[in-house]
Antibody, heavy 119, light 107 residues
Framework: QVTLKESGPGILQPSQTLSLTCSFSGFSLSTSGICVSWIRQPSGKGLEWLATICWEDSKGYNPSLKNRLTISKDTSNNQAFLKITSVDTADTAIYYC???????????WGQGVMVTVSS | DIQMTQSPASLSASLGETVTIECRASEDIYNGLAWYQQKPGKSPQLLIYNANSLHTGVPSRFSGSGSGTQYSLKINSLQSEDVASYFCQQYYDYPYTFGAGTKLELK
């Protein structure tokens, strides 16, 4: 059974760095063809893809967030991570992690974690 | 970036009715398209991938079609549990992009 669960700080202040963790089970990020991605959704709005990391450590980033994103993984502990630097109120959203089989659709999603940026 | 234009933004339909949601890509995405259902307070769930393949466990009243730049999701015999928002997503190329969503309500 594939499950993913996101965790994060809940609330942080503008200009701080947001660190998110995706803990998963039922698959391994060392298996050929497997990737984990981060997607976010501001309240009542649409979905925005942020970043993807794959089994062979290839990475893809949304250029709209320029150089603020860093995605990484800990294969041994079945975790993936996302850091977003210099957060602003516009980064307030629910953050999801999701699995895909390579450059493909997201077949399993976590429940999401709410992140609020506020002074 | 590939832009995904989804229509309509909202839709009201009766139980048992057939509804269709459309998505247009700004360039050919070669069937690299998925449809997701999102119920209030829940995460998105995969319905359709590769434009027309039904994900495991998804009822057969859901179907996807299309090619090139034009794609559609059809729901036959609408059920009350289908009330949700629906999103298309292209994964042909980075950055992955989503349609703005369609909110489906019961009439």
């Amino acid at each position: 059974q594939v499950t993913l669960k996101e965790s994060g700080p809940g609330i942080l202040q503008p200009s701080q760095t947001l660190s998110l963790t995706c803990s998963f089970s039922g698959f391994s990020l060392s298996t050929s063809g497997i990737c984990v991605s981060w997607i976010r959704q501001p309240s009542g709005k649409g979905l925005e893809w942020l970043a993807t990391i794959c089994w062979e450590d290839s990475k893809g980033y949304n250029p709209s967030l320029k150089n603020r994103l860093t995605i990484s993984k800990d294969t041994s502990n079945n975790q993936a991570f996302l850091k977003i630097t210099s957060v602003d109120t516009a980064d307030t959203a629910i953050y999801y992690c999701a699995r895909s089989g390579g450059i493909a659709h997201f077949d399993y999603w976590g429940q999401g974690v709410m992140v609020t940026v506020s002074s | 970036d590939i832009q995904m234009t989804q229509s309509p933004a909202s839709l009201s339909a009766s139980l048992g009715e057939t509804v269709t949601i459309e998505c247009r890509a700004s360039e050919d995405i070669y069937n690299g398209l998925a449809w997701y259902q999102q119920k209030p307070g829940k995460s998105p769930q995969l319905l359709i991938y590769n434009a027309n393949s039904l994900h495991t466990g998804v009822p057969s009243r859901f179907s996807g079609s299309g090619s090139g730049t034009q794609y559609s999701l059809k729901i036959n015999s609408l059920q009350s549990e289908d009330v949700a928002s629906y999103f298309c997503q292209q994964y042909y190329d980075y950055p992955y992009t989503f349609g703005a969503g369609t909110k489906l309500e019961l009439k």
